[in-house]
């Protein structure tokens, strides 16, 4: 199903008049099919959004040390190999300044972890 609009799934389908559309919903095995399509998608929302609330979780875990090194009294970035790509989603912004320094800024966790929160409905 690409979209809930029945007159443009009957044009789709080769229908050239739409007037017929309600008449043609009452049909059992077209009303069948809507309501199998139905499911199909709901379905298909809730595996996308368990994906989601996967990706958001990962992004909790996500700390600075992720992306630079401690080297005595020295902070470097690590190099963009060494980063895992998931981690990468947390960066809000990355500039390098004057003198070869450089401003990591992350995603605010707390909005994160409150976003996971209400979708569990724990606020």
């Known amino acids: 199903m690409r979209d809930c609009i029945f007159s443009a799934a009957m044009i789709r389908a080769g ?9 043609l919903k009452k049909r059992p095995n077209i009303s069948k099919a ?11 929302c809730i595996t ?3 994906a989601i609330l996967g990706k958001l ?11 630079i090194d401690w080297r005595g009294d020295s ?5 963009l190999a060494d980063i895992n790509p998931q ?11 004057k003198n070869s320094s450089w401003t990591l800024k992350l995603h605010d966790k707390l909005v994160v972890i409150e976003k996971i929160m209400r979708h569990l ?3």
């Not at 229908?15 to 008449?23: C, E, G, M, Q």
């Not at 979780?57 to 992306?67: A, E, G, K, L, Y």
């Open 87 to 97: 981690d990468l989603a947390m960066v809000k912004a990355i500039k390098q300044g």
């Open 121 to 123: 409905g724990m606020l």
């Open 15 to 23: 229908y050239k008049d739409t007037s017929n559309a309600d008449r």
């Open 57 to 67: 979780v990962q992004m909790t875990d996500v700390t600075i040390d992720d992306f």
């Open 34 to 44: 809507i309501k199998r399509s139905l499911l199909e998608r709901r379905d298909a």
């Open 48 to 50: 996308t959004a368990d």
């Open 75 to 79: 902070i470097e970035l690590k190099a």
